[in-house]
């Protein structure tokens, strides 16, 4: 089971981007899929999850900016972020719990630069 992540780069403050994550290989039952990051010298947190039933739930810090979605494809997941700060900038990681162990992967991470 593999986590393709895409969709990082540099904007302005003010700006949009939006996070694709796609899951590939044998991956059944997905539980939760989500998004974290992890800016310069600090910890990795967490940013968005979206429930198999499609309950979400977003850090404070970004509720009302961003909006996790899953996309037609079942095994792919959004992360559609406006307003960026500064503070937003990171790097961003997708991560998918699945099956009756949960199981946890991750992706590679991509990077968003939020800077004028």
């Known amino acids: 089971v593999q986590l393709q992540a895409s969709g990082g780069g540099l904007v302005q403050p003010g700006g949009s981007l939006r996070l694709s994550c796609a899951a590939s290989?044998?991956?059944?039952?997905?539980?939760?899929m989500g998004w974290y990051r992890q800016a310069p010298g600090k910890q990795r947190e967490s940013v968005a999850r979206?429930?198999?039933?499609?309950?979400?739930n977003y850090s404070d810090s970004v509720k009302g900016r961003f909006t996790i979605y899953r996309g037609n494809a079942e095994n792919t997941v959004y992360l559609q972020m406006n307003s960026l700060k500064p503070e937003d900038t990171a790097v961003y990681y997708c991560?998918?719990?699945?099956?009756?162990?949960?199981?946890?992967?991750w992706g590679q991470g991509t990077l968003v630069t939020v800077s004028s």
């Open positions: 979206i429930i198999s039933g499609g309950d979400t």
């Open positions: 991560n998918v719990l699945y099956g009756r162990t949960w199981s946890s992967v």
């Open positions: 290989g044998s991956i059944f039952s997905i539980n939760v």
